[in-house]
C-alpha cells in the first residue's frame, strides 16, 4: 500500500470508530464500579458527563478521564472551602458549629484543593503513583475536617459538601487505578 494511502486511512480512522466520547465514559464508570463497591456507575456517569469538554469529539483517552474526574473532585473542594468560609463569616454559625473546627476544615479543604492540583500535573506527567497518593491526601484532608466535629460530639455543618467531594474522589482513585494497572 502506499504512503499517502496509509496516511488517508489514519485520518479515517476515528471516523471508523463507533465508540464516542459518552461510550467511553459509560465504560469507564462501569469499570470503576466493578472493581469499587462504592461506586455508582450511574452516578459516575452523571457527574462527570456534565463535565466534559465539547471539544471532545473522539473518544477521551482514560488519562482524560482521570484529569476530567480530578478537576470535578477540585469544584466539589473548593465549595467545601467556599461553604466553611461562609460559616466562619456569620458569628451565629461560627459559634454554633465551633470555630476553630470550620477554621481547621476551611485550611483542610484549601490543601485538598492543591494536593488535586498536583494531583492532575502527576497524571498529565504519566505519574500515576504521585497521584493516586495526591488524591489519597485530599482524601484524607476531608475526614480530618469531619473528625474534629465528631470529637466534639457535634453536627458536622459541611456533610453534603464532604460527600460530594468523597464520591468525586472515589472516582478520581478508581481512575488512576485502572490507569496504573
Known amino acids: 500500500m502506499a504512503p499517502s494511502t496509509i ?5 479515517l480512522l476515528p471516523l471508523l ?12 464508570c462501569n469499570q470503576c464500579a466493578a472493581t469499587n463497591p462504592n461506586i ?5 456517569v452523571s457527574l462527570l458527563s456534565g463535565s466534559v469538554p465539547k471539544n471532545w469529539t473522539t473518544p477521551p483517552s482514560l488519562s482524560d478521564l482521570g484529569a476530567l474526574a480530578v478537576s470535578v473532585a477540585i469544584a466539589n473542594a473548593t465549595a467545601a472551602f467556599s461553604a466553611a ?23 483542610q479543604f484549601d490543601d485538598a484543593v492543591s494536593r488535586l492540583e498536583d494531583s492532575v500535573r502527576a497524571m ?11 488524591i489519597s491526601a485530599a482524601a484524607a484532608s476531608s475526614t480530618t475536617c469531619e473528625d474534629c ?10 456533610k453534603k459538601e464532604s460527600a460530594d467531594l468523597a464520591v468525586t474522589l472515589r ?9 496504573d494497572g
Request: hydrophobic share 45%; net charge negative.
Open 7 to 11: 496516511s488517508f486511512l489514519f485520518l
Open 17 to 28: 470508530n463507533p465508540a464516542s466520547a459518552a461510550d467511553t465514559l459509560v465504560d469507564t
Open 40 to 44: 455508582n456507575s450511574t452516578l459516575c
Open 85 to 107: 468560609g461562609k460559616l466562619l463569616e456569620s458569628p451565629q454559625e461560627s459559634a454554633a458549629y465551633g470555630k476553630a473546627c470550620l477554621e481547621d476544615c476551611k485550611g
Open 124 to 134: 498529565n506527567a504519566g505519574r500515576i503513583k504521585d497521584a493516586r497518593t495526591w
Open 149 to 158: 466535629f465528631a470529637e466534639k460530639g457535634d453536627d458536622f455543618p459541611l
Open 171 to 179: 472516582i478520581s482513585l478508581a481512575i488512576a487505578a485502572l490507569l
